[in-house]
T-cell receptor, first 113, second 113 residues
Framework: GEDVEQSLFLSVREGDSSVINCTYT??????LYWYKQEPGAGLQLLTY?????DMKQDQRLTVLLNKKDKHLSLRIADTQTGDSAIYFC?????????????FGAGTRLAVHP | DGGITQSPKYLFRKEGQNVTLSCEQN?????MYWYRQDPGQGLRLIYY???????QKGDIAEGYSVSREKKESFPLTVTSAQKNPTAFYLC????????????FGSGTRLTVV
């Protein structure tokens, strides 16, 4: 079936690293995404990784992909209060004649002093 | 700057009324989508359209209707048949056939009063 799972809540201290984890179901997914949602706003694409990659780094963000375990993680280095938001993992899969994104329920990241 | 615009930001509906949510994009994207977001849940797909004058039901289409008369516009009507319409509605667009992910609007919060 189509299911992307994430833990619902993560709390970290300012300056520490945050690691948000995600598991997905479709081994044929070609792209996997991380989106950020701030309160009352839409989703902002943070980064994505192609399935033939193991890792992608973009400034403070590091994405790790373990295809064998269907596990995706997002590491935020030196977490700041501005990083407090909900983070959604999504997989791209072919279904019903088109490519669609399947989203997890989102992980709420709370950054405290 | 190119983007995707949703209006209004807040909308109040009396029971038994139909309301229409606007979504306009100037990104020249072929595909457009409507999602519903409820607290603590992921995004659920209502309708999607891959080209003008064509659209398909998503996972929770009952009580909703859409049209796609122009490439730039994909309005969503929440009808009186939708029994629990209070939610945050997100519109998105994408280039068909690429892995670049979706661009989201800032959302419309609909409340039934």
């Amino acid at each position: 079936g189509e299911d992307v799972e994430q833990s619902l809540f993560l709390s970290v201290r300012e300056g520490d690293s945050s690691v948000i984890n995600c598991t997905y179901t479709d081994s044929s997914s070609t792209y996997l995404y991380w989106y950020k949602q701030e309160p009352g706003a839409g989703l902002q694409l943070l980064t994505y990784i192609f399935s033939n990659m193991d890792m992608k780094q973009d400034q403070r963000l590091t994405v790790l992909l373990n295809k064998k375990d269907k596990h995706l993680s997002l590491r935020i280095a030196d977490t700041q209060t501005g990083d407090s938001a909900i983070y959604f993992c999504a997989e791209r899969m072919w279904s019903g004649g088109y490519n669609k994104l399947i989203f997890g329920a989102g992980t709420r990241l709370a950054v405290h002093p | 700057d190119g983007g995707i615009t949703q209006s209004p930001k807040y909308l109040f509906r009396k029971e038994g009324q139909n309301v229409t949510l606007s979504c306009e994009q100037n990104l020249n994207h072929d595909a457009m989508y409507w999602y519903r977001q409820d607290p603590g849940q992921g995004l659920r797909l209502i309708y999607y359209s891959q080209i003008v004058n064509d659209f398909q039901k998503g996972d929770i289409a009952e009580g909703y209707s859409v049209s796609r008369e122009k490439k730039e516009s994909f309005p969503l009507t929440v009808t009186s048949a939708q029994k629990n319409p209070t939610a945050f509605y997100l519109c998105a667009s994408s280039i068909s056939g690429t892995g670049g992910g979706y661009t989201f609007g800032s959302g419309t919060r609909l409340t039934v009063v």
